[in-house]
T-cell receptor, first 116, second 115 residues
Framework: EAQVTQNPRYLITVTGKKLTVTCSQN?????MSWYRQDPGLGLRQIYY???????DKGDVPEGYKVSRKEKRNFPLILESPSPNQTSLYFC???????????????FGPGTRLTVT | DAKTTQPPSMDCAEGRAANLPCNHS???????VYWYRQIHSQGPQYIIH???NNETNEMASLIITEDRKSSTLILPHATLRDTAVYYC????????????????FGQGTILTVHP
C-alpha cells in the first residue's frame, strides 16, 4: 500500500531536549516536505526536499533541521525544542515531475508534539 | 496565486449529494483548482483537481464554471466518514520557483454529514 509514515505519532517532551520525527514513504517520490498546522494559521511549510541531498527552507524553518540521505526518508530534527514548536506536524511526498500533478500530494498521519 | 473563498460550514444528510462551493474570481488562465480534505487531525487527503473541464474520479466530481471564477466539489452520496474540512486551493500547475509544490491551506469548509 502506498503510504507516508511518521513516527512517533504523539510526543511530549521538555524544552531543550533534542528530538527527531521520522518520515518515510514507499512510493519512490523525489519531493518530500514538512508542514506544521496550528489553529487559525492553517498548514505552513517548514522545509522541503527536491531529491536526495537537496533540501531548502519553507516558510517557517527557524528551529528545525532536516536531512535527506535516502530517497525514502526525510527526518525532521528539533535540536532544542521550545514551547512555540508545540504543533501538529505533517510530512508529505509527491513525484518530482513538473506539471499539475505536483499538487497531488500524499500526507502522513501526523505527529502531535507538545513541548513543555 | 488566486485567492479562494469558501463557506465556513455546511451540513448534509447521509446518502445525499454534498455540493461544496469555492469562489476563485481572480483565477488566471494557467491556474488549476485542487481540492483536499482533512478528517479531524488526520493528514490532508488529495481529492481531485481540474483546469477548465469538469472532472470525476472515484471520490468526487469537480464542476468548474465556464468563466472559471468558481467551482463546486460534489460528493455524490455523502457518508458519515465524509465529515471533514474541505479545502479549495488554486495553484499554477507548471511554474517553477521555490514555491513550486508548496500547498497553502486556508480555513476551508467544515462539512458535517448527519445520519
Amino acid at each position: 500500500e502506498a503510504q507516508v509514515t511518521q513516527n512517533p505519532r504523539y510526543l511530549i517532551t521538555v524544552t531543550g531536549k533534542k528530538l527527531t520525527v521520522t518520515c518515510s514513504q514507499n512510493m519512490n517520490h523525489e519531493y518530500m516536505s514538512w508542514y506544521r498546522q496550528d489553529p487559525g494559521l492553517g498548514l505552513r511549510q517548514i522545509y522541503y526536499s527536491m531529491n536526495v541531498e537537496v533540501t531548502d527552507k519553507g516558510d517557517v524553518p527557524e528551529g528545525y533541521k532536516v536531512s535527506r540521505k535516502e530517497k525514502r526518508n526525510f527526518p525532521l530534527i528539533l535540536e532544542s525544542p521550545s514551547p512555540n514548536q508545540t504543533s501538529l506536524y505533517f510530512c508529505a511526498s509527491r513525484p518530482g515531475r513538473l506539471g499539475p500533478t505536483a499538487y497531488e500530494q500524499y500526507f502522513g498521519p501526523g505527529t502531535r508534539l507538545t513541548v513543555t | 496565486d488566486a485567492k479562494t473563498t469558501q463557506p465556513p460550514s455546511m451540513d448534509c444528510a447521509e446518502g445525499r449529494a454534498a455540493n461544496l462551493p469555492c469562489n476563485h474570481s481572480t483565477i488566471s488562465g494557467n491556474e488549476y483548482v485542487y481540492w483536499y480534505r482533512q478528517i479531524h487531525s488526520q493528514g490532508p487527503q488529495y481529492i481531485i483537481h481540474g483546469l477548465k473541464n469538469n472532472e470525476t474520479n472515484e471520490m468526487a466530481s469537480l464542476i468548474i464554471t465556464e468563466d472559471r471564477k468558481s467551482s463546486t466539489l460534489i460528493l455524490p452520496h455523502a457518508t458519515l466518514r465524509d465529515t471533514a474540512v474541505y479545502y479549495c486551493i488554486v495553484r499554477v500547475g507548471n511554474a517553477g520557483g521555490t514555491s513550486y509544490g508548496k500547498l497553502t491551506f486556508g480555513q476551508g469548509t467544515i462539512l458535517t454529514v448527519h445520519p
